[in-house]
C-alpha cells in the first residue's frame, strides 16, 4: 500500500513544551553547616545539577529552584532550566531563617505556577526539599498549616532532611505529617542528590494515570530509617 | 428536526492505537482502544485510554469502547431524547457493570480496569457525544477544525478521571445537537493531542484537517487511511510523547448519490473544505 501521499507535514503538528516539574531546594546554610557539611553539600547539588542534565528527557522538564537560610533567606537559583543555571556555591553564616525561607518558596512555587498556566505548560506536582541541620530561629508556625494544607490536597510533595544529631525532627515531622523526616547518612549528601535526580527522572517520564513509585530501596544508601 | 430528517446519511470511520516507547520499555500494552460500529442507522465511534497504574485497564479500555458503540447502536433515539445527566448515568453503570463482571472473572479490584472515555454517535441528522477525562473531540466545519470538549485534568500533569472513579458522574460530559454544516468528528487521546493540539493557543493544529482529508477522500479506503494514521503516529507523534497514542475518525459520505438533494445540499457546505479533496498531498 502506497502511503507517501497520506504524510503529514510535521510542521503542521504541535510543538508542545514538555510538562515541567518544579524542584525547590531549601536548604540551611547557617553557621552551625561550617566545614565539611557545607562543603558536601555544595558538591551534592553541583551533582544533582549535572545529573540532571545528562538525563535526556529530564534536563527539558525539571525547573529547578535554590533558596537557602543562613543570616538571610535568599533565592540563589530562580525556577528555570537547568541548562541556563550556574552552579552555585554556598557559604556558611548567620541563623536559621527556615519559617521565612518556606514561606519565600511557596510564593515562588505560586508565581511559578500561574506562568506555566498562561504559558499553556503542562506541570507535575511541585517538590520540595527542605535540609537543614538545626532548628528554626524563626517562627514557623504559620507556614506548618500552609505545608500540610498542600501536602493534603497533593499539591506539593515534600522531603524534609535532618542533618547531623542536633536537627529538630519535631518540627520536619509537623511539617511532614504523612512522611517521616529522613535522616542523612554522615554526610552522604551525594548520594542523597543522586537519588533525588533518579526520582527526578522517573515523575519526567511518567504518563497520565500512572502510579508514581520512588526507589525506596535506594533511600537506604543515604539515608536512617529507624527515625 | 434538522435538514436531514430522518434520511439515512453514510458514514465512513477510520480508528487507530499505538504503543508509546514508555509502554515499549516497561513492557506493558498499548493501553489505548478504539472502536467503531455501523448499526441501525446509526455509526458510533469510540476511544479510551487505560490508566497507566492500572493492570488491565487496556481491558477496561476495549469494554468501554465496545459497551458504548453496542449501546448506542441499539438505543440512540431513546437515549437522546434524555437528559444529559440521564444519559451519563445510564452509559456510566452499564460500563462498569461490565468491568465488575470482568474484575470479578479475574479477580481483581474494578479500579484496575481504569480507562477515560470519548465517543460520538450519529443518526440522521443528530449526533451524541460524551468524554470524561482527558484526550479530545474535534469537528470539522466551515472549513475549520473545531473543539467540541477539552480534556478535564486534574491540576498536575498525571492527574485525570477515569470511568471508575467515585465522582465519574460528575466528570462526564454530554453533547447533542443536529449535525446541521458539520462534515465529522475526531477523537484523539492525550498522546495524540500533544501533536495534535496547540496548547499554548488553545487550538487544533492544520494536521487535523489533513488526516480528515484523507478520509474524504473515497479514493482512500477505511484500510488505507488507517494505515497512513497508523505511520504518522509512528513516525511523527512519538517523537513528541512516549504514551499511547490513538485517534478516532468519523465523515459523513461525500457519495450520497441516492439522494441528490442531499448531495446539493452537502456540496454547498462542503464549498469551504474543497481544499481538502484536491490536498496537495492528497
Same mark, same amino acid.
Given at each position: ?95 536559621? &531563617? ?9 510564593? &515562588? ?119 | #428536526? ?43 465511534? =469510540? ?49 462498569? =457493570? ?50 467540541? =470538549? ?37 477523537? #484523539? ?19 487535523? =484537517? ?73
Amino acid at each position: 500500500m502506497n502511503l507517501k501521499s497520506l504524510t503529514i507535514n510535521e510542521d503542521e503538528l504541535a510543538n508542545n513544551p514538555s510538562p515541567r516539574i518544579p524542584i525547590c531546594l531549601v536548604l540551611d546554610t547557617s553557621k552551625s553547616m561550617y566545614g565539611a557539611a557545607i562543603k558536601e553539600l555544595n558538591n551534592g547539588v553541583s551533582l544533582f545539577m549535572s545529573a540532571i542534565l545528562d538525563d535526556e528527557v529530564t534536563r527539558y522538564s525539571a525547573e529547578l529552584s535554590v533558596i537557602t537560610f543562613g543570616g538571610v533567606v535568599h533565592n540563589v537559583i530562580e525556577f528555570g532550566s537547568i541548562e541556563n543555571q550556574k552552579i552555585p556555591k554556598f557559604k556558611a553564616y548567620g541563623g536559621t &531563617l527556615m519559617g521565612e525561607a518556606i514561606e519565600t518558596t511557596l510564593d &515562588l512555587l505560586d508565581e511559578r505556577k500561574k506562568e506555566y498556566q498562561k504559558a499553556g505548560v503542562d506541570y507535575f506536582q511541585p517538590w520540595m526539599i527542605i535540609m537543614t541541620d538545626g532548628r528554626p530561629g524563626d517562627n514557623i508556625n504559620n507556614v506548618i498549616t500552609q505545608i500540610t494544607e498542600l501536602i493534603k490536597k497533593r499539591k506539593l510533595t515534600l522531603f524534609p532532611i535532618a542533618i547531623g544529631e542536633k536537627a529538630d525532627l519535631s518540627i520536619l515531622s509537623k511539617l511532614s505529617p504523612e512522611k517521616k523526616p529522613l535522616k542523612l547518612k554522615g554526610l552522604k549528601f551525594n548520594e542523597f542528590f543522586q537519588w533525588l535526580s533518579r526520582s527526578v527522572s522517573v515523575v519526567s517520564q511518567s504518563i497520565p494515570g500512572e502510579k508514581i513509585e520512588l526507589d525506596i530501596e535506594g533511600l537506604k544508601e543515604w539515608a536512617s530509617l529507624e527515625i | #428536526m434538522g435538514k436531514l430528517g430522518n434520511i439515512k446519511i453514510a458514514c465512513r470511520t477510520a480508528g487507530v492505537f499505538v504503543q508509546g516507547s514508555s509502554h515499549i520499555k516497561n513492557n506493558t500494552p498499548c493501553q489505548d482502544r478504539t472502536v467503531s460500529k455501523t448499526s441501525n442507522n446509526v455509526t458510533v465511534i =469510540s476511544l479510551s485510554d487505560g490508566a497507566g497504574s492500572c493492570s488491565k485497564s487496556e481491558i477496561g479500555a476495549e469494554i468501554s469502547t465496545q459497551f458504548v458503540a453496542d449501546y448506542l447502536c441499539d438505543n440512540f433515539d431513546d437515549l437522546i431524547k434524555k437528559k444529559d445527566e440521564i444519559i451519563s448515568k445510564i452509559i456510566l453503570e452499564g460500563i462498569v =457493570s461490565n468491568l465488575n463482571e470482568k474484575a470479578s472473572d479475574l479477580n481483581l479490584p474494578v479500579n484496575e480496569f481504569s480507562s477515560t472515555l470519548l465517543f460520538v454517535g450519529v443518526k440522521s441528522d443528530q449526533y451524541l457525544a460524551g468524554h470524561i477525562g482527558d484526550g479530545l473531540i474535534g469537528y470539522f466545519e466551515d472549513n475549520e477544525t473545531k473543539i467540541l =470538549s477539552i480534556p478535564e485534568n486534574g491540576e498536575h500533569s498525571n492527574e485525570t478521571f477515569f470511568t471508575t472513579n467515585k465522582n465519574a458522574l460528575n466528570h462526564f460530559r454530554i453533547y447533542k445537537n443536529n449535525i446541521e454544516n458539520i462534515l465529522g468528528f475526531i477523537l #484523539m487521546s492525550d498522546g495524540s493531542y500533544e501533536s495534535l493540539f496547540n496548547k499554548k493557543e488553545g487550538i487544533l493544529t492544520k494536521a487535523n =484537517s489533513d488526516i480528515f482529508s484523507w478520509l474524504l477522500n473515497h479514493n482512500n479506503s477505511q484500510e488505507k487511511v488507517e494505515a497512513a494514521l497508523k505511520s504518522n503516529i509512528e513516525n511523527l507523534f512519538l517523537k513528541k510523547t512516549s504514551d499511547d497514542c490513538s485517534v478516532n475518525l468519523l465523515s459523513f459520505d461525500l457519495l450520497a448519490e441516492k439522494f441528490p438533494w442531499y448531495k446539493a445540499w452537502l456540496s454547498k457546505i462542503v464549498e469551504p473544505f474543497k481544499g481538502l479533496y484536491s490536498h496537495p498531498k492528497g
